[in-house]
């Protein structure tokens, strides 16, 4: 049965950074879209970035939302059956539970992903 677990989330103070981990049981990262999505309190959950499956023919292999363009990266160690965000000039407005979620297409934007972890809570605040 696929698990997905994250881990990293904490409390950090405004420019600060963090880093998340999904680590995955009984799923080959390499053939997966790996996400990261947020939902902070009393908004709808959004899509923050998706490392494409190694497979994938949509010409690109990570998307990011504009929010975190040039703040967050993401990356993916099959070897270790872990995904990686990188958070670097943490804001206040980051600060929501982090999610990561796999799917077997090669990319895709929407929340319909076939499996989902527990959430990790970021906070960042002064």
């Given at each position: 049965q696929v698990h997905l677990?994250?881990?990293g989330?904490?409390?950090v103070q405004p420019g600060g950074s963090l880093?998340?981990?999904?680590t995955a049981s009984d799923l080959t990262l390499d053939y997966y879209a790996i996400a990261w999505f947020r939902q902070a309190p009393g908004k709808?959950?959004?899509?923050v970035s998706c490392i494409h499956s190694r497979f994938s023919t949509s010409?690109?292999?990570?998307?990011?939302?504009?929010?975190?363009?040039?703040?967050?990266?993401?990356?993916?160690?099959?070897a270790r059956h872990t995904a990686f965000l990188q958070m670097n000039s943490l804001k206040a407005e980051?600060?929501?539970?982090?999610y990561c979620a796999a799917d077997?297409?090669?990319y895709?934007?929407?929340?319909?992903?076939?499996y989902w972890g527990q959430g990790t809570q970021v906070t960042v605040s002064s």
């Open positions: 677990v994250e881990s989330g904490g409390s880093t998340l981990s999904c709808e959950r959004e899509g010409g690109r292999s990570i998307t990011y939302a504009d929010f975190v363009k040039g703040r967050f990266a993401i990356s993916r160690d099959s980051d600060t929501a539970v982090y077997r297409s090669d895709k934007t929407s929340l319909d992903y076939d």
